[in-house]
């Protein structure tokens, strides 16, 4: 099992950074991915970035360009580089965890209980 525990919101003013970090403890061994979502009020939940133990990144469209994912696989340490942010950024951003399980299982994935980025205009 894995625990993850995010850190790094807060409120910002539109156009300035934040650095998100999500601290994974337990047994990693069978990591594949780790994710960032955010979810806005009223809105659904979405996937922000994604990054592979191997370094491999995905981004969602709106975020290309000004937010940057990277992991530190000594110290178990994603972050979620913010640059360049806007109000529309403002949600709740949660990490998310994908691990190898047994054949007929698949995937396990966990979740932290997530960090507030508020972006004022």
């Known amino acids: 099992q894995m625990q993850l525990q995010e850190s790094g919101g807060g409120l910002v003013q539109s156009g300035g950074s934040l650095r998100l970090t999500c601290a994974v403890s337990?047994?990693?061994?069978?990591?594949?991915?780790t994710y960032w979502y955010r979810q806005a009020p009223g809105k659904e939940r979405e996937e922000v970035a994604s990054?592979?133990?191997?370094?491999?990144?995905t981004y969602v469209d709106s975020v290309k360009g000004r937010f940057t994912i990277s992991r530190d696989n000594i110290k178990n340490t994603v972050f979620l580089q913010m640059n360049s942010l806007k109000p529309e950024d403002t949600a709740d951003y949660y990490c998310?965890?994908?691990?190898?399980?047994?054949?007929?299982?698949?995937?396990?994935?966990?979740w932290g209980q997530g960090t507030q980025v508020t972006v004022s205009s």
């Open positions: 337990g047994y990693t061994a069978n990591l594949i991915a």
């Open positions: 990054i592979t133990t191997s370094g491999r990144a």
């Open positions: 998310n965890a994908v691990e190898r399980g047994p054949p007929l299982i698949g995937t396990y994935e966990y």
